[in-house]
């Protein structure tokens, strides 16, 4: 004999415990499914948004900006400056480019039309009203 359990001990809670973790990540793996559609925001889904979002991918704001938190990090994250600011500064600033804005750094002009406008801020805004528990906190500078 060596150690406190018999040989079966371990290997029942060995069984157990695999049958008891295996559930419980079922279990969080059907929650996680139900929850997810209340929070993804996809009923505003629109084709609007998701022409903003080519308009998006397109001009690679991603190199820059982040959106929920991912991309790069040299400019602000746009899903909180579309809450901080709305929808007209967006496009007067994105208009305005390279020299709007004296006393603040700068972005490239892509000469978008104002379908391309309205389309981008209508993807930013349904980006913005993801629920993701307020990540990344909304604080400028
Ligand atoms: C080459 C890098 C670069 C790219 C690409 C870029 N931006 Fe920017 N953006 C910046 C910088 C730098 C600022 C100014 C940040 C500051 O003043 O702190 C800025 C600022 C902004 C602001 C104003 C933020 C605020 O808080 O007032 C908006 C809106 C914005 N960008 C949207 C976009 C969108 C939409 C795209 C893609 C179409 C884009 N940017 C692409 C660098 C970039």
Redesign the pocket.
């Known amino acids: 004999m060596s150690g406190i359990f018999t040989k079966s001990m371990a290997r029942n809670i060995f069984y157990g415990g695999t049958v008891f973790f295996f559930l419980l990540l079922l279990a969080l793996t059907f929650d996680t499914n139900k929850t997810l559609p209340k929070l993804d925001n996809s009923a505003n889904l629109t084709p609007q948004v998701i022409a903003g979002k080519k308009?998006?991918e397109t001009?690679?704001?991603i190199?820059?900006?982040t959106l929920l938190g991912e991309g790069a990090y040299?400019?602000?994250e746009?899903g909180n400056?579309y809450k901080?600011?709305g929808p007209e500064?967006?496009k007067a600033?994105?208009q305005s480019q390279p020299t709007g804005?004296p006393g603040?750094?700068?972005?490239?002009q892509?000469n978008?039309t104002n379908e391309e406008l309205d389309n981008?801020v209508e993807f930013?805004k349904y980006s913005s009203e993801i629920n993701t528990a307020n990540w990344p906190p909304n604080i400028?500078g």
């Open positions: 308009v998006w001009r690679n704001c190199g820059c900006h040299f400019a602000p746009l400056v901080r600011r500064f967006i600033w994105i804005a603040r750094r700068q972005m490239p892509f978008l981008l930013l400028e």
